[in-house]
């Protein structure tokens, strides 16, 4: 890279595949998905890491992808919520939201969803305060936490079987 | 927000090296504080980000009775350390107790002692007065609504927090803070990393432009001992500290042998209490003495009409914890 170049190439898997990506240095990941790669179910709620609209798991693990720059995923993984559902199929914990009515205007459920994926990784799902703990970083305007928390609890059950 | 120039390190001291000579760069780890206040409010504006999150700093390893830190280590990881569990066990709490488990995934343990304050007239470039921001143009939280600010080490000149649960505790146990420079590694404890605003409330700690935190070695508490942090807060969770308090107690027959105290929510630096310690040193583990050390804590605050609440609520974490955590009954 040349001295005050302010652009920079990115090589990232997103859901699997490989994306080549030439981006100016301040693109953070929640636009390079959404603007670059027309993967809109990342949503952008305050774009300041408040509110866990954009929450996806980079390796794996659950960040806010507001707050990074496309440029630091340089070679790791992305999962979007288009990830979960790569064949048509939803996930469980998708189908969980919708038998729960886990949502209502449905703008924090994409968000909301990925952390309660990573949070069953994570093995926080004890019981309902743990999820409600652990789920703290996702907040619902529509206020449908009691049946988001019952669709967790539902999917970690059927885990547990 | 003006364009930057992104260079990705793989070395600590060319890393080092780079920012060291080059006044308008900056280092960027996890990118809870960084990119906030550069993508987001606007409030820094370096001409180039180093992005030192590839750099061999991670890891945690015990020697003997002291557990180290890399600073790249992540808030949920060294949440999830077993000997943090066992041994210091109020550090985890109180890395729990912070942020999001979104946020604990990105933020690094070096970035936490280096976040920068939430006062809301420091994050906003539209107020044109602030110390911290604009040294030397006065400080609008003094006079200006006020309520999630200072009122230990505060002053006319500043009343901005030091929001950190996680080193509410740390400087309660005498961390150590490792730091490499352009002309070599040195060691500082963290209770003296900070730097109290007095009348440049822009210089925030010792760190010189380009040094780098590279580690943290903290000290585990006596087999014995126990400790725990309460955090106070205006919501269940996901919310900065009203007040918090860190405390870890050995006692035996009754007596208090030893004891630390630091506070969270009430600081312009993490607090800790000395004063109360030393109350605490050889007296009787009684709601008494519990009493008596809060009081001493908060003996000289510096309080405005939004933050005079502060002080009351303080005593009563420091004696709840302090109960919570001798076992002695209220």
């Given amino acids: 890279m040349s001295p005050g170049e302010t652009s920079v190439d990115v090589t990232v898997r997103v859901n699997g595949a490989a994306r080549r990506l030439r981006l100016d240095s301040r693109v953070t990941l929640l636009d390079a998905l959404r603007d670059e790669l027309d993967l809109t179910g990342t949503k952008k709620g305050c774009d300041q890491g408040a509110c866990g609209a954009c929450t996806v798991l980079l390796d794996g693990r659950r960040v806010l992808s507001c707050l990074t720059l496309a440029a630091q995923c340089e070679g790791r993984e992305v999962t979007t919520i288009e990830g979960l559902a790569p064949d048509g199929r939803l996930h469980p914990m998708q189908e969980a939201f919708i038998r729960h009515d886990g949502f209502q205007c449905g703008y924090c459920t994409p968000g909301q969803i990925m952390s309660a994926v990573a949070l069953l990784e994570e093995g926080r799902t004890g019981s309902d305060e743990e999820i409600r703990e652990f789920m703290s970083g996702n907040l619902c305007r529509c206020g449908a936490y009691p049946n988001i928390v019952a669709a967790i609890r539902d999917v970690a059950g059927q885990g547990r079987e | ?330």
């Fill in chain 2, 1 to 330: 927000m003006r364009p930057f120039e992104y260079v990705r390190a793989d070395d600590p001291a060319a890393a080092v090296a780079l920012v060291s000579a080059d006044p308008g760069a900056e280092y960027l780890a996890g990118g809870t504080t960084e990119l906030d206040l550069v993508l987001k409010d606007g409030v820094l504006a370096p001409e180039r980000l180093v992005d030192i999150t590839r750099l061999p700093l991670r890891g945690i390893t015990r020697a003997d009775d002291t557990l180290r830190v890399g600073a790249l280590v992540t808030m949920n990881e060294l949440a999830a350390d077993p000997t943090v569990s066992e041994r210091v066990p109020f550090v985890s709490e109180a890395l729990l107790a912070g942020a999001s488990p979104q946020l604990r995934n990105m933020a690094t343990i070096g970035g936490n002692l280096l976040q920068r304050t939430r006062c809301r007239y420091f994050r906003d470039p539209t107020v044109p007065v602030c110390n911290k921001r604009i040294p030397g143009s006065g400080c609008a939280a003094v006079r200006g609504p006020a309520r999630m600010h200072a009122i230990l080490g505060a002053g006319e000149h500043c009343i901005a927090l030091h929001a950190s649960d996680l080193c509410v505790a740390l400087v309660a146990l005498d961390t150590l803070v490792d730091i490499q420079g352009a002309s070599g590694p040195r060691s500082v404890p963290l209770t003296r990393f900070y730097v109290l605003p007095g009348e440049r409330p822009d210089v925030e700690n010792v760190l010189q432009h380009g040094e780098l935190i590279t580690r943290i070695r903290i000290p585990l508490l006596p087999v014995g001992a126990r400790s725990g942090y309460l955090k106070v807060r205006d919501r269940a969770s996901y919310e900065f500290a009203l007040t918090s308090a860190a405390a870890a107690l050995l006692i035996e027959d009754g007596t208090v042998v030893r004891a630390r105290l630091a506070l969270g929510g009430v600081g312009t630096v993490p607090w800790r209490a000395l004063e109360a310690e030393q109350i605490l040193h050889g007296a009787p583990a009684t709601g008494a003495t519990f009493r008596a050390a809060a009081r001493a804590a908060l003996a000289d605050p510096f309080t405005v009409a939004g933050t005079a609440f502060k002080v009351e609520l303080a005593e009563r974490s420091i004696v709840r914890i302090l109960h919570a955590v001798s076992g002695v009954r209220p």
